[in-house]
């Protein structure tokens, strides 16, 4: 029998959550955004089970180059533009889209000016603008002089206008509506089709929808906020992590169990050892106390995460026994609960998964 631990994508949630994006935002396209390999999901089979979408955004060539291989034939946007003029080439080539956010990017572009524009060689650029968030994008006061060289580059078909919000996955904070209305500023004098919304955007502020919207988080059925009442906000988890117990031990009080014998058994106890660790993505600093689905009951992850090894209290279910389903995270588990107990994002879960695991896709 191969290794237990196991990723299993379930691609009807994947596309109840995007209609469920539709729903939310009913008149304004979908940009699908699916960077770090979907979030570890796995950019092929994610792109191709979102036939729907208008676009998909990636952050680099290489995974632009992977989806147009699979033969991916929407709109596709690098969203941290071209790292260097020898790459605009391929850009025209594979019919790519570019997000422009630092001058350098508007030098290239007229660097590969030509005399004559050769028709279908011209590529669309988004033009990223900074309102707030100080990462990526060009401050208000210089849009428009970007704007006209832009227009003076002939390597540039058409241009777009876009902006990234900061802190949307935190309801109160006046700094989004703010971001809002700065771009709305700027952008009211160009009749160009415009973009600002992340999933928390999409989810929390209709005015930021627009004519693109860029869900990345909540397509894999993960809300982006942390407050909330209702975790799961209508989605449905994407990825389950999966495996199985490969030994059930019966310890007896005071008995170590882990490295650095951080946990020991407050009581004669059984405790089952799971095929799945660090070296899987699963996040060695999940505390203890972090839960664990046996037999799809909840149990208890006890001392340190190894490598290929997790250990959990099975004093819920003394019935429990090798060979047993386990989940760590995904249905019935929402990976948020993960990341709360390891002091992390979801985001930064889902993305550590490791490829050594193996991925079965399928319809849940
Ligand atoms: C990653 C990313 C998104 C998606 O953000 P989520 O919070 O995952 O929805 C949207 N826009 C840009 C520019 C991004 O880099």
New binding site residues.
Partial sequence: MSRPAKVVINLSALRHNFSRIRTLAPDSKIMA?V?ADA?GHGIVHIAQSLEHADAF?VACLEEARELRQAKIQQRIIL?EGPYAGEELSEISELGLDIVVHDISQVEMLEQTQVCKPQAGKQIDVWLKIDTGMHRLGFLPESVNQVITRLQQTNSVKEFRL?T?LASANDRDNPMTSEQIRCFNQISENHNVEKTIA???GIMAFPDAHVDWV?????LYGVS?FTDSQDPQQGLQPVMTLQSRLITVKQLKAGDAVGYGATWRCPEDMSVGVVAAGYGDGYPRHAKSGTPVLVNGKRAKLIGRASMDMLTVDLRTQPQAKTGDPVVLWGEGLPVEDIANYADTIP?EVLCAVHKRLEFSYGEG
Wanted: charged fraction near 10%; glycine fraction near 12%; hydrophobic fraction near 35%.
């Fill in positions: 955004i960077k979030y955004g969203l876009m990234h992340n999933s928390a860029r869900p990345g988080i909540m982006p985001y």
